[in-house]
């Protein structure tokens, strides 16, 4: 995560877009980015920032707009080992675990979690 | 969330450090909570963001912080619940601080736009410091060297590089950035006429221990040309900014 990424947050919930971050949050292995790279994925499927290119993030932003859907955040586990990645040409052969997460104007506040 | 992320800009602005602290995943019971932020100032402690859990999260916060790059740690909030915790420690943007708008300079700024720096160039010749011969500049300052380095924010996150037109300006300015907490100072120069600089600035200060001074500036690549000295000198800010040590990977690998 970096600042232009925090001014593209700010100005699509300002605008009252919604839009799903995806942050690397441990990695395995050879990767195309390390742990604190991060995207966001409009609505209209556009990306700002990137998690690493190519098949990787494309996979992420299929995920992150049927995210935008269902609207549970959650981690989706990104395998660069296997056969398919390989001949997608994804070579690094690493495995990262990305948290995607619905960013909208609401917060889910629960008061039930007050006593900790 | 949108007043969160409001008050992560304005920390940035003033020149300042946070971590930004997000629950990845949770117990069954605490489910709700995957998704919830916090931000900590690392300057003074304070935490903005979810009202839940916040002197867990700042013990996580310290606990981790030290190591100084992101990760995620598990919180046992006993009853068999937890919660896991992405932490991140976030710098405001670098600047680099080119004093000297010369042939270095204008090759410098572009490479240090594609760094994703902040970039500043300062020379007191109008002909030399204007947005037209650098128009990738953030900023372009045409004032003399001394007025700008004692007026400018010079910080943690700031990279000096003097390649100013001659000898004596750069001795100058190394004279005024010394003492200033720079992440770093790079000067151009010979070896002869390096040692000379530095050795009367000691002398000068004798009391006082020098911070490392990158002098002659750049890794050693070969670099001749200005484009290619100025990749030299961003290798070596890179390599800084990074924690890097310059070596070849290839070399690394068989070692």
Known sequence: ?116 | MLDLFKHMLSTFDRGETQALVTTINASPGFKDMIGEKWVINTNDGSIEGGDYARSVVLEAAWESLEIGEPQTIIKDLGNNEWLELFIEPLSPPSELLILGGGHIAKPLVVLGKLAGFFVTVVDDRPSFANSNRFPEADEVICLDFESTINRKKIGPNTYVVIVTRGHRYDSECLKLCVGRPAAYIGMIGSKRRIKIVLESLQDANPEEKLPRIYAPIGLDIGARTPEEIAISIMAEVIMVRRRGNGTSLSILREG
């Open chain 1, 1 to 116: 995560m970096d600042i232009q990424l925090i001014r593209e947050l700010v100005n699509q919930l300002s605008s009252g877009e919604k839009v799903v971050l995806a942050t690397i949050c441990r990695t395995k292995g050879s990767t195309p980015q390390k742990s604190g790279a991060a995207m966001v994925i409009r609505q209209d499927g556009n990306i700002v920032g990137t998690i690493g290119g190519g098949c990787a993030e494309a996979e992420v932003r299929r995920e992150a707009l049927s995210l935008m859907v269902e609207g549970q955040s959650r981690i989706y586990k990104l395998d660069l080992t296997n056969e398919a990645a390989a001949e997608e040409g994804m070579v690094c052969g690493g495995v990262m675990d990305v948290f995607l997460e619905l960013i909208t104007m609401k917060s889910a506040e629960n008061p039930a979690y007050s006593t900790l």
